[in-house]
């Protein structure tokens, strides 16, 4: 391998991700026949991608000693950083107006129940997304992976929203906030789910997404902006 800074030679390895990043990323005046087979590139993408896992289990198989040290503090340090991370209540109108807004525009679940039935989310007379939430003090990591996010009950200084559902006032609590981080929603402005994810449940359910053909593009880190993620998954479709 050359040192493109130098030009000499270098005995320098790259991992299996950063060469198949190069060799899948497009460039304005090269044509990259890769790109053109359509759900074959797909199905080279998967198989790309389960080389590269494969590479890191390897490297995890065979770095237990090292693995096992003091890097480990950080992790269990994770939970008491939830808080301030990731947040499921009604912000201040007063401290944060902007973000209050994109909260209350984007972030409440439903409203489902008695009082809308006919919401998307009901599955045989309940929410199948579980809301409305149970109150909860203090954030607590739960046996499934996901945590259950502090929740603080009107009775508890949380606070409330009035919203109007069919015409009638309906008072909404913490208890129907999706989990959003402050700090995404206020940059995107829109719905933005965000779940902790600390156990091998949920871990598997993000690497599912990498059999899905757009997904492969933000996973192996090529340029997003060439072509856009949506243009891909047509692509990728259409026969
Ligand atoms: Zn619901």
């Not at 489902?112 to 203090?138: H, L, W």
């Not at 906030?177 to 402050?182: G, L, T």
Request: with cysteine; proline share 5%; charged share 25%.
């Amino acid at each position: 391998m050359i040192n493109p800074l130098n030009g000499e030679e270098t005995t320098k390895k790259v991992n299996s991700m950063n060469y198949y990043a190069y060799r899948l990323m497009i460039r304005q005046n090269a044509d990259n026949y890769l790109l053109r087979f359509r759900r074959l590139f797909q199905q080279h993408c998967v198989d790309l991608y389960v080389k590269i896992e494969t590479e890191r289990l390897t490297f995890i198989r065979l770095n237990q000693a090292k693995l096992r040290s003091e890097e480990y503090i950080h992790l269990r340090d994770a939970p008491d950083q939830i808080d301030d991370i990731i947040c499921a209540k009604i912000p201040d109108h007063e401290a944060d107006p902007d973000l209050h807004d994109v909260v209350i525009t984007n972030m409440i679940h439903g409203l489902c129940g008695a009082i809308n039935p006919q919401s998307p989310c009901m599955v045989d007379g309940k929410c199948s997304e579980r809301y409305p939430r149970k109150f909860t003090a203090e954030t607590v990591t739960g046996n499934d992976g996901y945590p259950l996010y502090r929740r603080r009950s009107p009775d508890d200084n949380g606070r409330t929203v009035t919203t109007k559902v069919k015409r009638m006032d309906f008072v909404v609590d913490n208890s129907w906030i999706v989990p959003y981080s402050p700090l995404i929603s206020k940059t995107f402005k829109t719905h933005c789910k965000v779940e902790y994810c600390n156990s091998v449940k949920s871990t598997k359910y993000i690497c599912k997404y990498v059999t899905k053909g757009s997904a492969i593009w933000r996973f192996l880190d090529c340029n997003p902006q060439i072509p856009t993620i949506k243009f891909h998954a047509i692509k990728l479709v259409v026969m």
